[in-house]
């Protein structure tokens, strides 16, 4: 994705739209911090702790990663859905922002580039509370920032191109029909091992598993040529949903 | 129908209305005339009994709103100034579930809802979306469930607000077949000709108050001339205005109006008017003399500057 | 093209605020025949999926010791009435937040309303009878899902469970209704969701025993409305009740919708006025 200034311009209208309500910004950052504490550290608590990479890890330890995960995604896709839906046909707001040099391709990426940097905040206050709680067994740490974005920027663009399909709010129970499964069975409170053969083949082909298990494997240091196979699914879906969703665009609004 | 003593209403430290003394009489057809925030729509409120009185005496169909709020309101009909329509329900079901807030029966509601979308002409439009209105068919059919009940008292808050001259002229149509048939109406405006087509008699409101009422023409009379003789000059030249022209001609009329391209002279025979700005030199680019209407009326007691 | 007939209508001033919310019956079915199917996903699919997630396949990991799972025998037997109470709230926080906002602020619906014989108690009992019947199908439909999973002890239970998921439903709606019914700006909803209900959901003893908290943070878990809702229906449907802390619950929650609906009825009069 290139970062251009009609970029910066929408980041810019972004973040004084989101000044007003600077609180909302930063409780956004809760709830995975709660379900980590809920579930890693109080559920946790009753069972034994899992094997990741040959090694045995507390729970809380093997959820966290989980947490951070499926947080990117349930981000991305909300800043691509909802509040994208919400511009798009009630507030008028790209209508407006067409009226000026701006193009479809602008708007796509910069509001794109927004979803990344507040869910690359909010990851990065995360990994913090992980640091604090011991939770983190490795210097490959440092990269799970960018495999967040990664995951943002995945989930992101394909939810910008599909909400460019949706007709009206009832169509969004889709989303929460497609995310909420992966949420919970793609391998953030079990490990893919609970699954018997085919199941599994299905749950290891769902996109928030392959993140799932790629910032687990960057937190616990058990990186291996899987966690490339992860990233190359990432940004292959990525691409795929931003070159769709351009296209999509420009015919909704260009008309 | 409607009585009121000294009626106040505050909010807060604000008073928006200070004291006002009305009465509307079965079957006519009353209007509250005012430029925005003189108090008209508190008032309606009030009068709808679901604004509590400040202070004063109010009397609704005999009843005091403050103890009778919900018999009042089963016995009026209210419009009102934004339209509160359901906008997710169809044209047909806005009519039906709020008729039914009446208490009214399931059958007698449909028959009813049936009359009134023939009435306001959306008949056609009955199973349509609100969404889908346009803004004179939204008003039609907030005036259609303003009749649901079959009101004795119909409350219009500026009905014709926003709309084009065509969807004007068909809520006026409708309104006088209903003050045909004996329902009263107040309403409140700020347009003149709406004033001067619907009303038998009115008030003018000005900062909370009232400051006019009669009959539309008894306010003409009263508060302007017979006539008036429009002298159009052309935008004068900053700083230079028209002065030069006013006093030449100020001794011809009860008083002038300055506006920015023309001089407006109140006098009761234009044309003889007319007749002396000639002899005396003047040459207007073009002239006019026409009636003097509710208009000037208004402008006279709540003045030009802008309100809002 | 007509006039309408000007006959005189039975249009009258209702006889009880009871009688005039049922003059709104109309109104809330035609609500509901149209969003029911929205609500499906919310209120049913979503706690069933948490129910296999965490109380099938995670709760095949916990070792089960009914000293620690306050009497259940399983971890399944254990979050299963939690997520039942859990699910009730959820349901009418998302009904008395933007749909009130709606009625009030953005459709206005409510002052159409003020203007024919019904006035603010009309108009709130009946918003919340119809939330109390959206959380009573929930429950109903949920405990019947449930049901073969075998965890329920008492059948007399499961029924109490049932009631008790309506008080917990009015305990939390009433009062929130009022805080929405007075609320200018629909931002704060935010708030409400990511600070009271997601940390409720997750901390008031549905997922774990508050008892495994830290003791300041346990105090808090029990203060919360859904503590009270979950350990009620947790005793019931196991078969376990120990009386005198139901009669504390009870008593806890029907304070809350008392409480909320005095403050509901003065906010809302306040609002409709301005």
Redesign the interface.
Known sequence: MVVTASTGLILQRNFLAYRRVWWIFATGFLEPVFYLFSIGVGVGALISGFEVGGREIPYAEFVAPGMLAASAMNGAVLDSTFNFFFKLKYSKLFDQMLATPLTTTDIARGELAWSLLRGGVYSLGFLLVMLAMGLVSSWWAVLVLPATLLIGLAFGAVAMALTTYMRSWQDFELVTLSTLPMFLFSATFFPVTTYPGALRWVVEATPLYRGVVLCRELTTGAVSWDSAVSVVYLVAMGVAGLLVARRRLDSLLLT | MIEARGLRKSFGGFEAVRGIDVEVRRGEAFGFLGPNGAGKSSTMRMVAAVSPVTDGRLRILGLDPAVDGPAIRARIGVCPQEDTLDTELSVRDNLYVYGRYFGMGRREVRERVGELLDFVQLTDKADARVDDLSGGMKRRLTIARSLVNSPELLLLDEPTTGLDPQARHVVWERLFRLKQQGVTLVLTTHYMDEAEQLTDRLVVMDKGLVVAEGSPLQLIREHSTREVAELRFGVAEPGAGHDRHVERVADLAERVEVLPDRLLLYTADGEETLAKVHERGLEPVATLVRRATLEDVFLRLTGRTLVD | ??????????????TSTL??AL?????WA??YR?TW??SI??SF??PL??V???GV??G????ADPA??EGATS?LAFVVPGLVAATSMTTVVGEVTYPVMAMVKW???Y?????????VREIALAHLGFVAFRVAVTAAVFLAVTAPFGVYESAPGVLGAFAVQVLLGMAFAVPLYAFAAGLRDE?AF??VF??GM??MF??SGA??PVA??DAPLEALARATPLWHGVDLTRMLVLGVPDWSMVAVHVAYLLVLVVLGWWWAVRRLTRR???
Not at chain 3, 1 to 7: A, F, R
Not at chain 3, 60 to 63: A, M, N, Q, S
Not at chain 3, 111 to 119: H, N
């Open positions: 093209m007509s006039s309408p007939s000007t006959s005189t209508s039975t249009s009258s001033a209702p009688r005039g003059r709104l019956v109309d109104y035609t609500v149209r199917r929205g996903v919310s699919i979503t999926l948490y296999l997630a965490m396949l995670l095949g990991f916990v070792e620690t799972l971890y459709n206005k619906t002052f159409s309303m003020t203007a024919t014989p019904l006035g931002t935010s708030l990511r600070l997601i940390p997750l901390f997922f774990f495994n908290l409709m006025q301005q």
